[in-house]
T-cell receptor, first 115, second 113 residues
Framework: AQTVTQSQPEMSVQEAETVTLSCTYDTSESDYYLFWYKQPPSRQMILVIRQEAYKQQNATENRFSVNFQKAAKSFSLKISDSQLGDAAMYFC????????????FGQGTTLQVKP | NAGVTQTPKFQVLKTGQSMTLQCAQD?????MSWYRQDPGMGLRLIHY???????DQGEVPNGYNVSRSTTEDFPLRLLSAAPSQTSVYFCASRIAGTTDTQYFGPGTRLTVL
């Protein structure tokens, strides 16, 4: 069975600085998708970034980028120029390539941004 | 488009009561699913559906029933609520292709006393 592990329950960063959130996963599949979701206090789940496993190039969305290490089964999220609005819980998630593919989530990392 | 909507936003039940959490989407998505979120455990899949008339169990299905009579609606039924079902419940949907992003509803906070 696939599993996703986020080993950092809490992280903090100074405003305008860079922070990296870690995620590891376990799967025997060769093709799959990885996601980072943001959950602010409003509770809404917001997709931050997505990575297809067959792509070697790391995904980037504005200030958000990932470091995807397929062999190591590692998928970290880097947030550059952190802003107060980035404070939230962040979830790493995995989904295999299938019509019925289900999202499997990590435990989450709470990010605090200090002014 | 309203996206994925869930009702109610909050609910308090007594042990043994039954209720239905409603979920609807107006994006014509084939795939819909229910998750529960508990502290320190992330989101866990309860049930999912790949189209009207087709449902299947996820990781934590016990105590919950679902049905999918239309593409738009995917209600989650608690048959006899237990305190262990106190949680935040999310409904999500996506196109049943392999690449599309999953969209989440705003969640329902359920407390069982």
């Amino acid at each position: 069975a696939q599993t996703v592990t986020q080993s950092q329950p809490e992280m903090s960063v100074q405003e305008a600085e860079t922070v990296t959130l870690s995620c590891t996963y376990d799967t025997s599949e060769s093709d799959y998708y990885l996601f980072w979701y943001k959950q602010p206090p409003s509770r809404q789940m917001i997709l931050v970034i997505r990575q297809e496993a067959y792509k070697q190039q790391n995904a980037t969305e504005n200030r958000f980028s990932v470091n995807f290490q397929k062999a190591a089964k590692s998928f970290s999220l880097k947030i550059s120029d952190s802003q107060l609005g980035d404070a939230a819980m962040y979830f790493c998630a995995y989904r295999r390539v299938s019509n019925t593919g289900k999202l499997i989530f990590g435990q989450g990392t709470t990010l605090q941004v200090k002014p | 488009n309203a996206g994925v909507t869930q009702t109610p936003k909050f609910q308090v039940l007594k042990t043994g009561q039954s209720m239905t959490l409603q979920c609807a989407q107006d994006m014509n998505h084939e795939y819909m699913s229910w998750y529960r979120q508990d502290p320190g455990m992330g989101l866990r899949l309860i049930h999912y559906s790949v189209g009207a008339g087709i449902t299947d169990q996820g990781e934590v299905p016990n105590g919950y029933n679902v049905s999918r009579s239309t593409t738009e609606d995917f209600p989650l039924r608690l048959l006899s609520a237990a305190p262990s079902q106190t949680s935040v419940y999310f409904c999500a949907s996506r196109i049943a292709g392999t690449t599309d992003t999953q969209y989440f509803g705003p969640g329902t906070r359920l407390t069982v006393l």
